[in-house]
């Protein structure tokens, strides 16, 4: 699922065409992962430990941040096998301190340290009563990222990241994906097959007790809430306070979460354009139904003749999906969307929406591997989409196979093309992506519901593009009666950034222990544009 929105969207959602069409073709290649059992191997070593808090060393980062690192088994069934360590970032409490929240920022592969470091001013509320603290989750960012390879030192033949295959026809892109599984394994080194949510909850509780916590107090968005989900069934007896904004589904497959997600980006690109044409400047003109065409014809224009582009790869349709998308997660984000699209029409110029997916920062382009730390300069351009991919396929264990795909793939594409015409095929391949790889956990879909735990928040978003407001809904119905939702009435992905109402409400919860009663709502801004509290990560 997307990451969390923000008004200056970060590296981490796209790095450049050949990242946009990695993100569609599917990553890494995640083996088995490990569940919890009443025959543990030993970890006391890994929960003796306390995190050591210094200056941040990565100019990346702001001053006044603090950095630190926990070391976590690699497997741990077979915690001798070897370790990775996960780096942490805080802005320490200025009230009194009731211990640490952890913020997730979504993806997933968004990274935590580099999210709370650039929106940190978000969530200062909390350092009333809190250390703050995000964290890079194996695989991602700076915590020995995970990668396909950045298509600079590959031939240029059909196994090239940059070329698309229509999903008409599926045994040309079943072959790139079975070619793009090699390249995973071997740009991503031993962390690849332990990647996934179930040991990234395991991780979560090893950090919870090197940050010195008896329990886990947590604000996740998107992705972030089937984490905090995960963790309150494994550990439903460590919970603390925990807020879930933007929910995430426990239960259905990547292709009916395609579904799902094409038809919100569908919806909120028509919200998109109702307000693009009141405007002079819309390049679409002012003509609701022409633009609408128009923007479908652009995809289609540019999927069959890419143009080049400063990010070293040719810009396709897809990746003109890619970067709308991520331009619709927040209305803030609407005339910067305008702007580049203006700029793509007009002049052929792409960098006015690829800065849209990528914030305008420069992209890393390093490629060091190895269990420990790595610096912002160091992470990979596509570990983004590397990890999102090789995360999705490591927690869904649906793995159709090629006959039944290629039988399926004619309903399928009218399905998704009935979703959305823009966002369709986009979607579709999600279908495909995990094609080939190792069969993901069962736990996720099967073990993660009645949870004996503390009491959880979760916010529903009634116009999220990206998370439907009805998973809210199933998903605090699978949780059990620990789940309280909070109905936020406004528009955009998640609502802590965007609704004050959802933010007071949720700080309320995460500082004071203060619920809101089950069912109970939050109104859209008078303004319909957001709290205005700054970016959402």
Known sequence: MPAMPRNRPAVRRCAGAGAVALALLGAGLPAAVATPSSKEPDLSRFYRQKAHWTACKDVELPKDMQCARVTVPLDYAKPAKGTIDLALSRYRATGKSQGSV?????????????????????????????????????????????????????????????????????????????????????????????????????????????????????????????????????????????????????????????????????????????????????????????????????????????????????????????????????????????????????????????????????????????????????????????????????????????????QDVDRLRKEYQQASPVFGRFRLTQVLLCYGRPRGTDFIRDEVKDVSSAPMLLVGTRGDPATPYRWAIETAKRLGPSAVVLDNRGDGHTGYTSSKCVHGKVDDFLLYGTLPADGSSCPADADGRGAGTGSAG
Request: aromatic share 6%.
């Open 102 to 406: 952890l913020l997730n920022f979504g993806g997933p592969g968004g990274s935590g340290v580099s999210g709370l470091g650039q929106d940190g001013k978000d969530f200062m509320s909390l350092t009333n009563g809190y250390d703050v603290v995000g964290f890079d989750p194996r695989g991602v960012g700076r915590s020995s990222p995970v990668s396909c390879g950045d298509g600079l030192d590959e031939p240029s033949d059909d196994t090239s990241t940059d070329k698309v295959p229509d999903v008409a026809h599926p045994q040309a892109l079943m072959k790139i994906l079975k070619q793009l599984t090699v390249r995973c394994t071997e740009h991503s080194g031993p962390v690849l097959p332990h990647i996934g949510t179930v040991n990234a909850s395991r991780d979560l509780d090893v950090i919870r007790q090197a940050l010195g916590d008896k329990k886990l107090n947590y604000l996740g968005f998107s992705y972030g809430t089937k984490l905090g989900a995960v963790y309150a069934a494994q550990f439903p007896h460590k919970v603390g306070r925990m807020a879930l904004d933007g929910v995430d589904t426990l239960t259905e497959s990547l292709a009916e979460q395609g579904v799902a997600g094409a038809q919100g980006q569908q919806q909120a690109l028509d919200d998109f354009l109702d307000w693009c044409v009141t405007d002079r400047g819309c390049p679409f003109g002012q003509d609701r139904r022409k633009a609408g065409e128009a923007v479908v014809e652009l995809v289609r224009s540019l999927d069959e003749n890419p143009v080049p582009s400063d990010f070293g790869g040719p810009f396709s349709g897809q990746d003109l999906v890619g970067a709308i998308g991520q331009g619709l997660y927040s209305r803030d984000l609407w005339p910067l969307l305008e702007r580049g699209l203006a700029s793509l029409i007009e002049d052929g110029d792409t960098r006015g929406v690829q800065n849209v997916a990528s914030g305008g920062y420069a992209l890393p382009v390093g490629q060091r591997r190895g269990s420990g730390l790595v610096d912002s300069a160091d992470i990979p351009v596509d570990n983004l989409s590397a990890a999102l991919m090789a995360i999705n396929c490591a927690d869904d264990p649906d793995r159709p196979s090629a006959g039944r795909l290629t």
